[in-house]
C-alpha cells in the first residue's frame, strides 16, 4: 500500500493551504509486514510546511525518514523545522549541504549509488553532473511510482534509468523541470501509464501531459493526496 500526500508545492488542490515556491511530500509505505512514513523534500521554509503538515493531519513526529532529492534551497529550506519538532528521522541526501549546529547529532547518509532505504523503496543514486539529484522509487502491485524533486538531470533521463534498473514505470509526480515539447511522447514510449506533474514543471508542458494522458493526468499541487 502507497500513500501520497503533497504537503507543500507552489500549486494548490485544495481550500485552506499555502501554496509557496518549493516541493515536499509525505508517504506513508507499507511492504512485506512493514510500514514507513517518509518526507520527500521539505519545501522552502518551515513554519509554511508545518502549517501545511498540520492541516492535512500529517504527524511530523510519525517521520521516520527525510528524503532530499538536491540541495537546492525550495527542497531543504523545511528541514530544520522538521528536524527540530523530530530529530529521531533520518536523512537521506545524495550531496553534503550545511547543518545547524543543534542538527550534528541527526542521521545523515549520504545516497551515491542505486539504494535500498526500506523494503520496496529504492533511491536512484546521484543522478546528474553540477547538480546531484536523486529520485524515490516505490515498487507496488501496479507497477513503479517515481517521486522527484526538480529533475535536474532530465525527468526523461531519469525515467530511462528507472525503467532499466527497476522495470515498467506506473506513475510519475513531482517537478519535472520545464522539459521540452514532445515530452509526453517521450513518456509514453517508456511505457508511463499516469502522471501528476507539479512544482517546476511549467505551464506549457503541464498542459501537453494533461492532453496527452487525459483521465490518467492526475491534477497536483499541494492537498492532493494519491492511495495505491
Same mark, same amino acid.
Request: with cysteine.
Given at each position: 500500500?502507497?500513500?501520497?500526500?503533497?504537503?507543500?508545492?507552489?500549486?494548490?488542490?485544495?481550500?485552506?493551504?499555502?501554496?509557496?515556491?518549493?516541493?515536499?511530500?509525505?508517504?506513508?509505505?507499507?511492504?512485506?509486514?512493514?510500514?514507513?512514513?517518509?518526507?520527500?523534500?521539505?519545501?522552502?521554509?518551515?513554519?509554511?510546511?508545518?502549517?501545511?503538515?498540520?492541516?492535512?493531519?500529517?504527524?511530523?513526529?510519525?517521520?521516520?525518514?527525510?528524503?532530499?532529492?538536491?540541495?537546492?534551497?525550495?527542497?531543504?529550506?523545511? @528541514?530544520?523545522? #522538521?528536524?527540530?519538532?523530530?530529530?529521531?528521522? &533520518?536523512?537521506?541526501?545524495? =550531496? +553534503?549541504?550545511?547543518?545547524? /549546529?543543534?542538527?550534528?547529532?541527526?542521521?545523515?547518509?549520504?545516497?551515491?549509488?542505486?539504494?535500498?532505504?526500506?523494503?520496496?523503496?529504492?533511491?536512484?543514486?546521484?543522478?546528474?553532473?553540477?547538480?546531484?539529484?536523486?529520485?524515490?522509487?516505490?515498487?507496488?502491485?501496479?507497477?513503479?511510482?517515481?517521486?522527484?524533486?526538480?529533475?535536474?538531470?532530465?525527468?526523461?533521463?531519469?525515467?530511462?534509468?528507472?525503467?532499466?534498473?527497476?522495470?515498467?514505470?506506473?506513475?510519475?509526480?513531482?517537478?519535472?523541470?520545464?522539459?521540452?515539447?514532445?515530452?509526453?511522447?517521450?513518456?509514453?514510449? @517508456?511505457?508511463? #501509464?499516469?502522471?501528476?506533474?507539479?512544482?517546476? &514543471?511549467?505551464?506549457?508542458? =503541464? +498542459?501537453?501531459?494533461?492532453? /496527452?494522458?487525459?483521465?490518467?493526468?492526475?491534477?497536483?499541487?499541494?492537498?492532493?493526496?494519491?492511495?495505491?
Amino acid at each position: 500500500m502507497l500513500s501520497i500526500t503533497v504537503v507543500y508545492d507552489n500549486h494548490k488542490c485544495a481550500s485552506g493551504l499555502t501554496p509557496r515556491w518549493g516541493f515536499s511530500c509525505f508517504l506513508v509505505v507499507k511492504a512485506h509486514g512493514d510500514a514507513r512514513r517518509l518526507l520527500f523534500d521539505t519545501g522552502g521554509d518551515g513554519a509554511t510546511l508545518l502549517e501545511n503538515m498540520q492541516k492535512l493531519g500529517v504527524d511530523v513526529k510519525s517521520v521516520d525518514a527525510v528524503v532530499i532529492s538536491h540541495a537546492h534551497g525550495d527542497h531543504t529550506g523545511g @528541514l530544520h523545522a #522538521v528536524l527540530e519538532k523530530n530529530p529521531f528521522a &533520518t536523512v537521506y541526501s545524495p =550531496s +553534503k549541504f550545511r547543518l545547524r /549546529a543543534v542538527e550534528k547529532e541527526v542521521k545523515f547518509i549520504i545516497v551515491e549509488e542505486r539504494t535500498e532505504l526500506f523494503n520496496a523503496v529504492y533511491s536512484t543514486g546521484a543522478l546528474g553532473g553540477f547538480i546531484k539529484e536523486q529520485a524515490l522509487v516505490i515498487q507496488t502491485e501496479k507497477g513503479n511510482v517515481v517521486i522527484t524533486g526538480c529533475a535536474h538531470p532530465g525527468i526523461v533521463k531519469i525515467l530511462k534509468v528507472v525503467k532499466k534498473g527497476f522495470g515498467d514505470v506506473y506513475l510519475v509526480l513531482g517537478g519535472f523541470h520545464m522539459p521540452k515539447s514532445g515530452v509526453s511522447e517521450e513518456f509514453k514510449q @517508456l511505457g508511463v #501509464v499516469k502522471v501528476a506533474p507539479c512544482h517546476c &514543471t511549467g505551464i506549457a508542458a =503541464s +498542459k501537453e501531459l494533461e492532453t /496527452a494522458f487525459g483521465s490518467n493526468f492526475l491534477k497536483c499541487g499541494v492537498g492532493a493526496r494519491i492511495q495505491m
